[in-house]
């Protein structure tokens, strides 16, 4: 079947510990997405991309890397210069069409310690 | 800036109606959509408005007013699987990202 996959599902790390999460998808999207979620304040954009080689910053780039070296795989990187990053990370791609509406995969819940 | 706003909380009983409203300001605008979440779980798409009026799917209806920067999600015949998160995000008219609002918690009671 078709979708996103984001792993690990839940992650514990120390302080100043790079983190890297997985989010793979074989829906053959373009465009690939990076949110943060904290309870509150719903989801912010942390980096996207909207092809091969190439993304840009969100809102709150700051602290975190990705790369797109293939289609399929967008991985996000949480640097140890990120001052909070204990929070609930969403992967999303956008299915091509009218309604161009995003799909998620399951999220990965990162808890620092 | 960009700013969504959402009421926090909303209660209501099952089988009854609730609307759920959502106000936008945003730089640029190309389409409002609707996202359930479950705690824990990932949003899903529920509804998609780019025009103004109403979008009717079933038990849930999005109405978009662009003028006025407001839209809501109407959901009739309550049920309990409702109790959810109920996310409004704006697609920007470039880098075809999205942005949020902080959601909206309803809570379905017997």
């Known amino acids: 079947d078709g979708g996103i996959t984001q792993s690990p599902k839940y992650l514990f790390r120390k302080e100043g510990q790079n983190v890297t999460l997985s989010c793979e998808q074989n829906?053959?999207?373009?465009?690939m997405y990076w949110y943060r979620q904290d309870p509150g304040q719903g989801l912010r954009l942390i980096y996207y991309s909207q092809i091969v080689n190439d993304f840009q910053k969100g809102d709150i780039a700051e602290g975190y890397s990705v790369s797109r070296e293939k289609k399929e795989s967008f991985p996000l990187t949480v640097t140890s210069a990120q001052k909070n990053p204990t929070a609930f990370y969403l992967c999303?791609?956008?299915?091509?069409?009218?309604?161009?509406?995003?799909?998620f995969g399951e999220g990965s819940r990162l808890t620092v310690l | 800036g960009q700013n969504i706003d959402q009421p926090t909380e909303m209660t209501a009983t099952e089988g009854a109606i609730v609307q759920i409203n959502c106000t936008y300001q945003t730089s640029g605008f190309n389409g409002l959509f609707w996202y359930q979440q479950h705690a824990g779980e990932a949003p899903t798409f529920l509804s998609y408005?780019?025009?103004?009026g109403l979008e009717e799917k079933g038990r849930f209806s999005s109405f978009l007013s662009r003028s006025k920067g407001y839209s809501y999600l109407l959901l009739k015949e309550l049920q309990m699987k409702d109790s959810a998160s109920y996310l409004c995000?704006?697609?920007?008219?470039?880098?075809?990202?999205?942005?949020f609002g902080p959601g909206t918690r309803l809570s379905v009671l017997p």
């Open positions: 999303a791609s956008l299915l091509a069409g009218d309604t161009g509406e995003l799909f």
């Open positions: 829906l053959n999207h373009d465009a």
């Open positions: 995000a704006v697609r920007r008219n470039y880098g075809q990202n999205f942005v």
């Open positions: 408005n780019v025009l103004d």
